[in-house]
């Protein structure tokens, strides 16, 4: 199983970019990474997936280097409504044991 | 978008007691996941169930817990013998068996044992 290592906590200002970074070393060929949001008292949601380069959907940006043993999570121009905990997964299609790590705290500042 | 519902959503119980968590997952969805989440701790995986068992378990999942999909829609957690360190937000995910690796989430179950 792939352990991931994420920052504790980060902080930000509204209209900023930000730069979630995951640390995955042991990363089999078969993974795949996925962020996840976390507001307080509700389930995480799903932000963004990818399995290299770089991906973008319409609220994120996943970029992942050629090793895979790490991957950065772009929020482009924040706002307060982003505060929450940031979860990066690892795992793969047939994954059972989708393990949380630590994650990240954004904090957005007006 | 389709989503994972949780019943109920706080459950108040007597340390020593048994409860039944709910769930009804997406209804073409193929796996199915407990977490639980200790109140500003991380989300930790219980056990994920697929083609009608048990897949995987973490050490916490010990013999107090079991689940079960007892009519092809509903998903349960049973906890047979509640602690207080049971006290937490269970949540239930589930996800489709192709395409990407999308958790749903339920909006959770509060579980506080006194």
């Known amino acids: 199983l792939a352990k991931t290592t994420q920052p504790i906590s980060m902080d930000s200002y509204e209209g900023q970019e930000v730069n979630i970074t995951c640390s995955h070393n042991?990363?089999?060929?078969?993974?795949?990474i996925t962020w996840y949001q976390q507001f307080p008292s509700q389930g995480p949601r799903f932000i963004i997936q990818?399995?290299?380069t770089k991906v973008t959907n319409e609220v994120a940006s996943l970029f992942i280097p050629a090793d895979r043993k790490s991957s950065t999570l772009s929020l482009p121009r924040v706002s307060l409504s982003d505060t929450a905990v940031y979860y990066c997964?690892?795992?793969?299609?047939?994954?059972?044991?989708?393990?949380f790590g630590g994650g990240t705290r954004l904090m957005v500042k007006p | 978008e389709p989503e994972v519902t949780q019943t109920p959503s706080h459950q108040v119980t007597q340390m020593g007691q048994e409860v039944i968590l709910r769930c009804v997952p997406i209804?073409?969805?193929?796996?199915f996941y407990w977490y639980r989440q200790i109140l500003g701790q991380k989300v930790e995986f219980l056990v994920s169930?697929?083609?009608?068992?048990?897949?995987?378990k973490s050490e916490i999942f010990d013999d107090q817990f079991s689940v079960e999909r007892p009519d092809g829609s509903n998903f349960t957690l049973k906890i047979r013998s509640t602690k207080l360190e049971d006290s937490a937000m269970y949540f239930c995910?589930?996800?489709?068996?192709?395409?990407?690796?999308?958790?749903?989430f339920g909006s959770g179950t509060q579980l506080s044992v006194l």
């Open positions: 209804s073409n969805h193929l796996y």
């Open positions: 997964l690892v795992g793969d299609y047939a994954g059972n044991m989708l393990t």
């Open positions: 042991n990363i089999a060929t078969n993974d795949y």
């Open positions: 995910a589930s996800r489709p068996g192709t395409g990407r690796i999308k958790l749903f």
């Open positions: 990818g399995y290299k």
């Open positions: 169930f697929y083609n009608n068992e048990i897949s995987e």
